[in-house]
């Protein structure tokens, strides 16, 4: 088992910024990858950004590249997501996500509220 605990999540203006942080714990040594998703109300949950574990390769959805950068620290086990020049739209609930291999995340953290106000 994976547990995930997300951080960094707040209420911040359009064109701020803020960091999200996602700390692994339990069987870490079988990580694969790691990725943010995000879910804003009424819509359903959207992929955000992914990144390997092993080298650290990513990945983004078009409408964050440019603005969000996601990193890993593996001695502290933990994946980061930058985002910057946020806007209003990125409002959502965000949610770190863990695969031990394949193409499915098997572990999901809790989430954590990004808030963009105009």
């Known amino acids: 088992q994976v547990q995930l605990v997300e951080s960094g999540g707040g209420l911040v203006q359009a064109g701020g910024s803020l960091r999200l942080s996602c700390a692994a714990s339990g069987r870490t040594f079988n990580l694969y990858g790691m990725a943010w998703f995000r879910q804003a109300p009424g819509k359903e949950r959207e992929f955000v950004a992914a990144?390997?574990?092993?080298?650290?390769?990513?990945d983004y959805v078009d409408s964050v590249k440019g603005r969000f950068t996601i990193y890993r620290d593996r001695t502290k086990n933990t994946v980061y997501l930058q985002m910057n020049s946020l806007k209003p739209a990125d409002t959502a609930v965000y949610c770190c996500?863990?695969?031990?291999?394949?193409?499915?995340?098997?572990?999901w953290g809790q989430g954590t509220q990004v808030t963009v106000s105009s």
């Open positions: 996500a863990a695969r031990t291999g394949g193409l499915s995340y098997e572990y």
């Open positions: 990144i390997s574990w092993s080298d650290s390769s990513s």
